[in-house]
């Protein structure tokens, strides 16, 4: 899918989103080194959702890291976009304002390749907006899946497993795991381990 980048001389946008664990940011990095190979100029940006954590780094859960900017609103990208950069990277689009929808827009509009990763839906199952507006308006879409931690099925959902009820949990994945629509429940699952059947 992301081949097709080497022949793009216009811009455009991509969304990859999936529930927790399904390796958006895997293939957000997987697309950044690819462009890189292509020698385009790349820069990757993320929100900062907690003023303890401001590493200058994306990371998937499985340790993959590439260097990146946070923000702390999605308009600050203006103040660190080179005019250099052909391919912006956004991680964590779902904890970005509406805002974004215009930005990216415009930055596709400029020429440039964006592309954004995200949840689609939160915990409670519903629509996790900006995503799914990015979603409309992207030229291409992946949906990713987890393994469910239940079943072992492609898991579409993530399941709140402890903590409290706040849409926003942060630095918590312990909080959460992956399930597929027949064992995601919308709401905390404490009882999770008896629910097992892997
Ligand atoms: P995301 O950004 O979608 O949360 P990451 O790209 O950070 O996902 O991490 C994906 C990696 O998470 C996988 O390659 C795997 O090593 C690990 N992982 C942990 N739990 C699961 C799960 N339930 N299903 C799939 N991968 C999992
Ligand atoms: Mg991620």
Known sequence: MSEFSYFQTRGWIEVVVGSMFSGKTEELIRRVRRAEFAKLKVQVFKPIIDNRYREKEVTSH???????????DIEEIWDHLSPKTRVVGIDEGQFFSPQIVNIVQDLADRGLRVIIAGLDTDWKG????PMPTLMAIAEN???????????????SRTQKIAGGDSLIEVGATESYEARCREHFIPRVDSMKDLNRSI
């Not at 519903?126 to 907006?129: I, K, M």
């Open 126 to 129: 519903q629509a996790f907006e």
């Open 141 to 155: 879409v992946t949906k990713q899946h987890a393994v469910c931690m239940t079943c072992g099925a492609p898991a």
């Open 62 to 72: 499985n340790q993959n890291t590439v260097n990146a900017i946070p923000l702390k």
